[in-house]
């Protein structure tokens, strides 16, 4: 405890989530984001049937499941000291406080069983057996180097390790979140009317600063994966609020009025980044007797975009 009984509180919290999904192998079929525009050459080493194939379908077993795994890490701190203002004086019996937020959220995304569709294309166009006896991508005179030809007429089983080494990746994808804020609230009593009850006011005002990014692996970011693609991405903006909250009782236990209460509130907030708005609401409620209440409330709403909405890459 602090002079003049003010107090200190601090909240820490640290949540990790670990995640793995699997889905089958990965088809190949023509008009889909795997081979589109991807032809099996004539000349393929293992196209038995001399003629070129713009449309073709396989499962790629041998490539086993799809696998994502997501390791998230979630970060929160609230530092907080609050008080009342002195016994004697206009604002006695107000109180007030001031608060400090960090809030963040981490996140690496592990990709394994999609393909290269760069090196699709390469492993099914023209191949051959070289004098080592070895498979080539390409032609005697023209051989592309590290390439392994795919064997998509064959049955289960008939796609190697090595022809698999050359289409497969590991994808990796970062992220982040992350909300700062300063609060300074204070609330108390003004004066009476002819309830009980006095009519009181809360205010406060809070500052915030949001953002957030996402940064793909680069064959992702080139588009060369055959599962989602994304660009790298990064933005924040910055939040100024004010706020009120009017509370009036009327009248207190009279006839025909247990309770008859006003309500009024307003928040204007300013944003870096577009603009300004301003809302507010108005409440009444009357309890005629003591077990029976009618609350009527009209209030105007607004909620802006979020870090992902506002600079989510492609």
Not at 175 to 193: A, D, E, K, R, V
């Amino acid at each position: 405890q602090l002079p003049d009984a003010h107090l200190t509180r601090i909240e820490a919290a640290f949540v990790r989530r670990f995640v793995r999904h699997v889905s089958v192998g990965i088809p190949l079929f023509e008009g889909g984001v795997e081979v589109a525009n991807v032809v099996v050459a004539a000349d393929n080493l293992y196209n038995p049937f001399g003629r070129d194939f713009a449309i073709f379908r396989r499962r790629l077993v041998e490539f086993g499941r799809r696998k994502q795994q997501q390791d998230v890490n979630n970060f929160h701190l609230t530092a907080g000291i609050d008080g009342e203002l002195p016994e004697n004086g206009l604002l006695a019996g107000w109180f007030w406080e001031g608060v400090l937020n960090y809030n963040r959220n981490e996140a690496t995304q592990l990709y394994r069983g999609n393909i290269r569709t760069t090196r699709l294309q390469n492993a099914v166009g023209s191949s051959f057996v070289d004098s080592t006896g070895a498979p080539r991508c390409g032609t005697p005179g023209s051989i592309i180097e590290g390439c392994v030809p795919l064997n998509v007429f064959g049955g289960p089983g008939s796609i190697t390790q090595d022809q698999i080494d050359y289409l497969t990746f590991t994808g990796v994808w970062q992220g982040y979140n992350q909300m700062i804020s300063g609060q300074f609230n204070t609330s108390g009593p003004l004066f009476h009317l002819a309830a009980k009850r006095a009519v009181s006011l809360a205010a406060g005002y809070e500052y915030r600063i949001l953002s957030g990014g996402q940064i793909p692996d680069p064959i992702t970011v080139a588009h060369e994966t055959s599962g989602n693609s994304g660009l790298p991405t990064e933005g924040s903006y910055k939040v100024n609020e004010v706020y009120a909250e009017l509370s009036v009782p009327i009248v207190e236990k009279v006839p025909f009025a247990d309770t008859l209460e006003l309500v009024a509130a307003a928040r204007g907030s300013w944003y870096s980044n577009f603009g300004s708005t301003f809302n507010y609401k108005l409440g009444a409620r009357w309890s005629p007797i003591e077990d029976v209440t009618l609350r009527g409330t009209y209030s105007t709403a607004f909620r802006a975009p979020n870090i992902q909405e506002l600079f989510g890459g492609v």
